[in-house]
């Protein structure tokens, strides 16, 4: 180890009150400048800090961000009303969810950012994008549970769709991500891809009713 490594390693962590002001200060960049122009310099001048003080407690800007991101942007727990609808409208319509301006702005600050830095996309998913994700897995695993899925359902497929949906009208079409929105895409795609199929009458019943009714 290099002396000014040693020197850096044995000056005090930042942490406690600190190391939220900074943390604070990198989300108030990021929704300033976006991730691609923001810098440690900018979050250290931002945060009344040394560049040295916040490079102590973070490698990079992209595990920098990503703490922040992670820090204040809670999982919510997993509702749990004993049915699917219910559920998922109190998981997304609620605080934290899609329909938080906070949420998706931030959101579409790092999208860049996802696909541009590995290092960045690699600690996104793995802190902020997969609890979040759990989450929705989890409203559906109790769903299948309580039998109100198909059996043949894909959840690897089902889980993201919702957001996938609302996400695309919001950054692609620029609505706003208010609960109807959110209820449309649950009543109007989701449910109906994911519950059983109702039984169909056979071809010979509704050839027989179609003739009943000419004569």
């Known amino acids: 180890m290099t002396p000014e490594a040693a020197a850096a390693a044995a000056r005090p962590r930042v942490e406690g009150d600190r190391e939220q002001e900074i943390l604070d200060a990198a989300l108030e960049v990021l929704a300033d400048s976006g991730y691609d122009r923001l810098t440690m310099?900018?979050?250290a001048q931002r945060a009344k800090a040394s560049k040295a003080t916040l490079y102590r407690r973070w490698n990079s800007k992209a595990t920098l961000v990503v703490e922040a991101l992670a820090r204040t942007k809670s999982v919510p727990e997993v509702p749990d009303t004993g049915d699917l609808r219910s559920d998922l409208l109190s998981t997304f319509c609620g605080h934290g969810g899609l329909t938080d301006h906070v949420t998706t702005a931030t959101l579409g600050a790092v999208l860049t950012a996802v696909s541009t830095d590995p290092?960045?996309?690699?600690?996104?998913?793995?802190?902020?994008?997969?609890?979040?994700?759990?989450?929705?897995?989890?409203?559906?695993?109790?769903?299948?549970?309580?039998?109100?899925?198909?059996?043949?359902?894909?959840?690897?497929?089902?889980?993201?769709?919702?957001?996938?949906?609302?996400?695309?009208?919001?950054?692609?079409?620029?609505?706003?991500?208010?609960?109807?929105?959110?209820?449309?895409?649950?009543?109007?795609?989701?449910?109906?891809?994911?519950?059983?199929?109702?039984?169909?009458?056979?071809?010979?019943h509704v050839a027989k009713n179609?003739?009943?009714?000419?004569?």
């Open 119 to 204: 290092e960045f996309a690699r600690e996104f998913r793995v802190q902020v994008v997969q609890p979040k994700a759990r989450v929705s897995r989890t409203i559906f695993e109790r769903a299948r549970d309580r039998g109100e899925l198909r059996e043949d359902l894909d959840l690897d497929i089902v889980v993201p769709a919702l957001a996938g949906i609302v996400l695309h009208r919001v950054f692609v079409f620029g609505e706003t991500p208010d609960p109807a929105l959110i209820q449309r895409a649950v009543d109007q795609i989701i449910l109906p891809a994911v519950t059983p199929r109702a039984s169909t009458p056979s071809s010979s």
């Open 41 to 43: 310099d900018a979050v």
């Open 210 to 215: 179609s003739r009943t009714s000419r004569k």
